[in-house]
């Protein structure tokens, strides 16, 4: 039992340090610039979120939100705190947590995450959206969560200071036009956990 001790104290640490529903009701890419750092919980298992991609309203050509409410996405029209999990070409569970205000139609997409609790330690356990999920046990029942409570949620990181983020345009949204090149994906820079290679994308280091 005494080997499950450091394990225990990490859950209850993460509980502790669960974040508000006020911190996701501002602007996505605000909130998805302030996620890296922090740990996505599941139950016992935690990965640091090393990036993310922030998604608009209807504006936002590149969103689902683009298409209005609908029985999927009805869900990012309500206010920021909830999880908003899809499957990607009928293969890869995706998780977002929507953002902003009742109404808006925002969500961060969690792009990539590192071990932190109860995964293995290799760094490629959570590179890339689909690999999050799997390595947490989100499934898409674990949609419409409210994560100020239950056992899915976000802590504040414990680092002693906010890591180094880079900034670029989203990946695979080609067809979203000019909002194909926005900046508004962001990663911990140069963390062998985000999901492709930072050289091969137009990047500018943030203040």
Request: hydrophobic share 40%; with cysteine; aromatic share 8%.
């Amino acid at each position: 039992m005494s080997r499950d001790l450091p394990a225990v104290l990490a859950r209850s640490a993460l509980a502790a340090a669960r974040l508000p529903p006020g911190f996701y009701r501002r602007e996505a890419a605000v909130v998805a610039r302030e996620l890296i750092g922090c740990a996505l919980v599941h139950r016992g298992r935690a990965g640091l979120i090393v990036e993310t991609e922030a998604y608009g309203g209807p504006e936002d050509l590149a969103s689902h939100a683009r298409f209005g409410p609908t029985p999927r996405t009805s869900v990012m029209f309500g206010p920021g705190g909830v999880s908003y999990v899809y499957l990607c070409y009928g293969i890869h569970r995706l998780f977002n947590i929507v953002t902003g205000q009742a109404g808006q139609g925002q969500a961060v997409l969690i792009r990539a995450i590192a071990p932190y609790l109860g995964l293995p330690g290799d760094p490629a356990v959570g590179r890339g959206p689909g690999k999050v999920t799997t390595a947490l046990g989100i499934e898409l029942r674990h949609d419409r969560r409210d994560l100020s409570r239950g056992a899915l949620f976000v802590a504040h990181g414990d680092g002693p200071g906010p890591p180094p983020i880079a900034i670029g345009p989203r990946i695979g949204v080609d067809y979203a036009g000019a909002w194909a090149a926005r900046p508004l994906r962001f990663w911990w820079r140069d963390h062998p956990a985000v999901s492709r290679a930072r050289s091969s994308l137009s990047t500018r280091r943030s203040r």
